[in-house]
């Protein structure tokens, strides 16, 4: 039993942590609208930029990922973590 609890805290630790990267993301970049709070909106981008395409002929596979993290994405995963320890 305690196997099963164990791998049921992981998944809502994850799922907690996921909703607080863009919920945070989200604000950032709505916050950046605002003088006195668009410190929240900086952040950067990376990933793969410009996608990845694989053509076969008849499938075409197109690749690609991009992270963009912001100061209120960072605060939300925080915030997420202090969350989960309450629980």
Known sequence: ???????????????????????????GTLASRVSFLSWLGYGNT???????????GILVFTFGLTITINIASIIGLIIGIIVYRLI
């Open 1 to 27: 039993m305690a196997v099963n609890n164990t791998r049921k805290n992981n998944w809502v630790l994850i799922v907690i942590l996921l909703c607080g990267i863009v919920l945070g993301g989200y604000l």
């Open 46 to 56: 990376f990933g793969l930029t410009s996608p990845v395409v694989l053509d076969l």
